[in-house]
Structure formats: C-alpha cells, structure tokens
C-alpha cells in the first residue's frame, strides 16, 4: 500500500510542475506582456527594502569616500585618515586600460625608435654586416657614425633609460686629431668620465698635415694658434707650414690602450698634400733603435688612409702587426697612384701574417678611363709584375678586396698557389682601373668601353676568374667590374659577377663554355644579344635612347661593344 501512495504522490508533483511550465505566458505561440520601457520613472517615495536578519550584515555600511593610497606606507601607518585595507576582506581594483610609460616599454622597442634616428647599428665583431660579399654594405668610415650627434645628444634627457642608450650610440664611433695637445684633453675627458669607455667601438684617429703660421710670437709652452682673418671675400694672409705638435704613433697606441678597452675598430688617417710629412712611429731609444709599440688586443680591423704617411717599408708594417696580436681584417688606401705604393705595397705582401684574413686595398681611386698607360706604371713593370705578388698573399685570405690595375695572371698565379683541399678564399671583389698588358704599344694601352683592345684584356680576366674557380672550391662571390664616371653610358661598363649560383654581366661564348666546365650548376639570369634599344644616326655614329641608362643590365654581350668603338651620341 505505501508503494502505490508514493507513486501517486509522484504523479500529483508531475502534474503541478506541468502545469506551471505550460502557463499562458510562457508558451511559444502566446507571448508575453510587453517589456516595460527601457528609463522608467523612480516614484520618489521609494523605500530600499529592509536587509533580512538572516544575513550576515544586515545593516549596509557605506565606503570610505576619502581614499588615501592603495598600499599604505609605513609614515602613514599612524595617521588617521589613512585606509589600511586588507587583500582577505577587499581584492584590489584590477585597472582595466592601465596606462604604460616610457620607462615601462620593452628594450626592443626603445631600441627600433633610437634605430630608426641614429641608423641601425653595425656589428664591430661580427663580419658578416660590413664584409666584402654584401655589395651593398656601408664602408666603416660611416657605418657607426652619426653627422648629427650635437643635436641628438639631447636626447639623453629623455630618461634614465634613453641616457645609456643614447650615449652608446654617441661615443660608439668618435674621432680624435692627433696632436700633443688634443691627445691630453682626450685622457683627461675620458678620465673624469670612464664609465663612457667602453662604449667606444671605432677610434679614428687623423694627423694633421699642416697648421697655420705663428703671426707673432707666442710664450713658450702656449700652443694656441694665431688663424688667418676671414673676410666675406674669403681667407687674408692664410699662410700654412709643417705641424709641430702631432703625435707619434707610439702615443696613439698607448692613448687607445689605456682608454678603449673595447674598441674593435682603428683608423689611423695619415692625410695627403704635398710633401707632406711621414708619421713618426716613436722616439728612438739610447741605442737609436725603435721601440715596439704599446698592444693593443682588442682591435680586430685596422683601416689606414693615406697609408703612404704611414707604411712605406715591410717593417712599418711589422711594427704595427706586432702591436695587434688580434687583427683579422686590413683596409689600405692611398690618396693618389704613386708607382712607390704599387712597389712598397708588394714588398708588404711578402710578409703578411697568416692571422690576417680580410684583406682590401685601394691603389687607385680616379675611377676614369685612361688613353694610354701612365708612366708611373710602366716603373713598376720595369721592376715587377705586381699580379703575381697580390696572387700570393691572396692564396692566405678569406676576402679580397681589390682597386687598381690587374690582368688575368693574378688568377694564374692564385690558382697556381691555391690548394683545392686547404684553401680559405672565399669572396674576390676586383674594382679594374685597367689591366696591365705586356709589350703593349701606347696607344693600346687605354681604358674604356670604346677601347676594344681594353674589352679582349677584360674578357682575359674574366676568363682567368673562371677557370681558377677549379681550384678555388670554397669562392661564394666573384665581382669583376670597370667603373668609368664619365662614361656616355655607365650601365655599359662591363662587369662580371658570380654570387648565389647565378651569373650576370659581360658574356661569349667562351666565357659561357668555361662557366659549363667548371661550374655546369651556375647559370646565367640573361643572355641578351643587344644592348637594347640602340641606333644609327645619319653620320653613322651610335644612338643610345637615354632611358636605357636608368636600367640596370644583367646581359653584355662583348661583342656588341666593336659597334662602340666608333663614338656614341646620347638622345
């Protein structure tokens, strides 16, 4: 019996549940009231129902409007209008937008914003930023320099933060004159401040080659300097001599030394007039021999201009070497072509440390075409071919970076001293000024794209190039190229490049069957039979539309260049 109550029971509860679902307000068929409108009017008699007393805080307390500070300090613990609030009985207001400072950005991007002013930052350590494979990387003079620095400076005042950023960047490449009295005002400069040392990276350093003249006589030991009067029409009685107060390389070095732990970098900068006067190396000793100089460690790559006032004998060379126990790269420029640079320059090579790696030389930097070899040149084949001596140090090197004359017997010789097993080389970067031939009468010895005696000595050398890359496994880039800046038509001197397994530039057809022989995986990105849009005018003389100038040719066929030799006129 008391089984079947309970189901009845259970029907009786089923029924009334169902009943209140199926109600006329909540079927889908019948809807409901209208929804009350959106603002509707408070009657102002309206009483806040009472709190029941079952709850735990039955009378409602009102907040503290009069907030102090969300963590209290321990001076405002005895305060009375001070709110100690607990984490257990009040959580913290999460804010939802919270506003971020300066300060609080990630260093990346407080780096990106000083990049996009200053420039982006080259590596000193690094070589793969400013090494001769990237044709297009900025040469070390203005890699970590900034022209604006004056005015940039100020924006060390930004922050705590921007002030170190900011001077990295600021004393990261500097330049110092090299004199007595400037040398002093660096080691005092940098001995108040030393925590601004080890931002320097790049110390250049140039020695004056002239000063002006005393105007009248000055007390001993006072080394200021009476300048000429400038006028709007220009320099009065601006008289100059040799400089008296320059410092010898010996000081250098100690001054690099001792205030730049971290320079990677040094430019010693010898400058160029005439006469002008050689670099003291130091002050002899009782024995009048020639003290070494101070080591310098941490410097990887030495660039020298003017290297002519500095390096002039094998032994000028060794003294530095020794004092750069670490040096792996060499830049060498020299202001003007001298038959003494090409002849002390290969007596250098002879003995050029195994410790060097990079190697880039400028000879010759008038980047225009010639009529007929200089006599400064014909000296230096007079005494030694000057191919054969840059081939040899070459066989040592990772990267070679050449301008100035060259021919066909450097790969010769380098293929020669280079072993296919052991062999380093891995970049040839040759700028041609022109390519020396031998018993070559004078009026065969120019240069241009109109000469076509020069055209066959480029094709040589490039053949040359190519067949030395049988031996030369580990070569990645090979960059052979004429600059002529008063060529008609500057995307007409010819060039030769080999970078990425492909291949652009001058072409024949025995370059190209070289080129299957000894790198059949390397192709050519064109090989057109004309150099595009070209003509004939009435007199017969060669018209080249001026809109091909602007374009940059992958394709020269060498034999088109027969139809320059007649002369070119630009429409």
Known sequence: MSIDRDEDEDEGTATVELAAIMTTTSTPVTPGPASPPLEQPKPSDFVPPTRPSSTPFPNAQQGQTDIRCLTCQPDCFGSDDCMVTSPVSQPAIVEQNPVLTLAQLPAEIHECILDHIFGYRVSTTSPSSLNIPSVNARSWSTALRHSRRKELSNLALVCPLWRDLIQQRLYRHIKLKATVHCSNDVMAFFVRHPH??????????????????????????????????????????????LPTDNSTLEEVFYLVSMQFPEARVMTLEGGERKKAPRVKFGFSGPSLVPRDLPEIPSIRTLIVKGQWNIIRQPKDWETISRALPNLEEWHGTYAKPKSKSYLSMASTLECLDTKITSLNLCLECDYRREMTCPPYYLKVCEQLHWCEKMAKAASNLEHLSYTGRVCHGFFDVLAKYSNPRT????????????????????????????????????????????????????????????????????????????????????????????????????????????????????EGRLIINSDFSKSRVLSLKLANYAMLSGGISMV
Not at 202 to 216: A, M, N, T
Not at 482 to 505: A, E, H, K, Q
């Open 423 to 538: 062999t380093r080389l891995k970049t040839i970067d040759l700028t041609v000024k022109n390519c020396c031939r031998q018993n070559a009468q004078w009026n065969e010895s120019g240069s241009g794209i109109t000469d076509m005696h020069f055209i066959a000595a480029f094709e040589q050398l490039v053949l040359g190039g190519i067949r030395a890359l049988e031996r030369l496994k580990s070569v990645e880039l090979v960059r052979i190229r004429y600059v002529d800046l008063d060529s008609p038509v500057p995307p007409l001197n010819p060039y030769f490049m080999i970078r990425d397994g492909w291949c652009s530039g001058v072409w024949s057809e025995e370059i190209v069957a070289e080129i299957n022989r000894v790198r059949p995986d390397i192709r050519f990105e064109e090989m057109a039979e004309s150099f595009g849009e070209v003509g004939y005018s009435k």
């Open 196 to 241: 601004l040392r080890t931002y320097v990276k790049h110390i250049e350093i140039w020695f004056p080659v002239f000063q002006p003249k005393f105007l009248h006589p000055v007390a001993p030991g006072h080394t200021s300097l009476a300048l000429p009067t400038v006028s709007p029409e220009g320099i009065a009685s601006a008289t100059y001599a």
